[in-house]
């Protein structure tokens, strides 16, 4: 009798467990691409597959594009503006840098830049130039339509392109900046090991990126500045919550200062150190190709 009822039971589990895994299979358990061969990774708080990802960044972007200046003002009160100029001086770029500002959307790193070395730079033979590169189409387009009216037109290309597989021959650039872009980018360690590629012998790398609060007190009114005000924000200035639902949601994803220098290092940067700006809200690092 107990042999018998242990036979049921072991058959029981065994049709348990081919159900289980038909359902599997079939995605109503868990996401799809949880089955599939893509990688894993991230998007906001959610998982996703690697391709997922790309797609729902791209997104994104496109739907935040003609209002992206205008938030990025009300969502700072402005300071960006400020973190961005302090970004450029320590860049320092000469009168013949070649720069290359990956995730460069609408083109405020760009703008300082040729701001920075001046006309005269731009116009010299073999002068200052800084070539854009984004992966979003819309991005771009506001920042050739913003270039165009601020009367910027020498010393700037612009250039569609993934950060992880950025169409540059090897070694042909002096500098290279990415600021707010290289949370957004799906495999960052690919990002980081084409930014050294593409840089010279001697070449800086430098990334602004939102970071890791400090002190810890700090962290529950940015918390509730985060989440309690920024989506309703953009739900209120662009019609859009999701989009800034997921900014604050990357941003927590995103490795902290000491984290994210390590990764640099591993690219293999050296003289890698960062500093911190707005107690952490955002932070800049720094790296050589040596
Ligand atoms: C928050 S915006 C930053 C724009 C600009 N750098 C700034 O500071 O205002 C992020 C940009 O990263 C771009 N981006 C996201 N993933 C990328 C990738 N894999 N390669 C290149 N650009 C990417 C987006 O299209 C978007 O324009």
């Given at each position: 009798?107990?042999?018998?009822?242990?036979?049921?039971?072991?058959?029981?589990?065994?049709?348990?467990?081919?159900?289980?895994?038909?359902?599997?299979?079939?995605?109503?358990?868990?996401p799809c691409s949880?089955?599939?061969?893509e990688k894993q990774t991230h998007f906001g708080f959610k998982d996703v597959g690697e391709k997922e990802k790309k797609e729902a960044v791209l997104n994104v972007f496109h739907s935040v594009a003609?209002?992206?200046?205008?938030?990025?003002?009300?969502?700072?009160?402005?300071?960006?503006?400020?973190?961005?100029?302090?970004?450029?001086?320590?860049?320092?770029?000469?009168?013949?840098?070649?720069?290359?500002?990956?995730a460069?959307?609408?083109?405020?790193?760009?703008?300082?830049?040729?701001?920075?070395?001046?006309?005269?730079?731009?116009?010299?033979?073999?002068?200052?130039?800084?070539?854009?590169?984004?992966i979003n189409?819309s991005m771009?387009?506001?920042?050739?339509?913003?270039?165009?009216?601020?009367?910027?037109?020498?010393?700037?290309?612009?250039?569609?392109?993934d950060?992880q597989?950025?169409?540059?021959?090897?070694?042909?650039?002096?500098?290279?900046?990415?600021?707010?872009g290289?949370r957004n980018v799906v495999r960052?360690?690919?990002?980081?090991?084409?930014?050294?590629?593409?840089?010279?012998?001697?070449?800086?790398?430098?990334?602004?990126?939102?970071?890791?609060?400090?002190?810890?007190?700090?962290?529950?009114?940015?918390?509730?500045?985060?989440?309690?005000?920024?989506?309703?924000?953009?739900?209120?200035?662009?019609?859009d919550w999701d989009s800034y639902q997921y900014l604050v949601e990357s941003?927590?994803k995103?490795?902290?200062?000491?984290?994210?220098?390590?990764?640099?290092?591993?690219?293999?940067?050296?003289?890698?150190?960062?500093?911190?700006?707005?107690?952490?809200?955002?932070?800049?690092?720094?790296?050589?190709?040596?």
């Amino acid at each position: 009798m107990n042999y018998l009822i242990f036979r049921k039971m072991k058959s029981l589990r065994t049709c348990l467990r081919i159900h289980q895994s038909a359902l599997n299979s079939c995605c109503l358990v868990k996401p799809c691409s949880t089955y599939s061969n893509e990688k894993q990774t991230h998007f906001g708080f959610k998982d996703v597959g690697e391709k997922e990802k790309k797609e729902a960044v791209l997104n994104v972007f496109h739907s935040v594009a003609d209002t992206y200046d205008l938030m990025n003002d009300a969502m700072s009160l402005g300071i960006h503006r400020v973190w961005k100029d302090e970004f450029m001086k320590t860049l320092a770029p000469g009168p013949r840098t070649k720069l290359l500002d990956v995730a460069g959307g609408t083109g405020d790193i760009s703008f300082r830049f040729l701001d920075y070395v001046g006309k005269d730079a731009l116009n010299a033979e073999n002068g200052a130039h800084v070539t854009v590169c984004d992966i979003n189409k819309s991005m771009l387009g506001v920042g050739e339509a913003r270039a165009h009216k601020l009367g910027h037109s020498s010393g700037i290309s612009w250039v569609e392109g993934d950060a992880q597989e950025l169409p540059f021959p090897d070694k042909s650039f002096d500098c290279y900046t990415i600021a707010f872009g290289i949370r957004n980018v799906v495999r960052i360690d690919l990002a980081l090991t084409e930014a050294f590629r593409v840089l010279k012998p001697g070449g800086r790398f430098m990334c602004l990126e939102f970071s890791k609060v400090t002190p810890p007190e700090l962290e529950s009114l940015y918390d509730f500045y985060s989440f309690q005000v920024i989506p309703p924000m953009g739900k209120l200035l662009a019609g859009d919550w999701d989009s800034y639902q997921y900014l604050v949601e990357s941003i927590r994803k995103f490795p902290d200062q000491e984290k994210f220098a390590g990764m640099l290092k591993n690219a293999g940067f050296r003289f890698v150190k960062y500093e911190n700006y707005s107690f952490g809200v955002a932070a800049v690092h720094s790296g050589y190709k040596l």
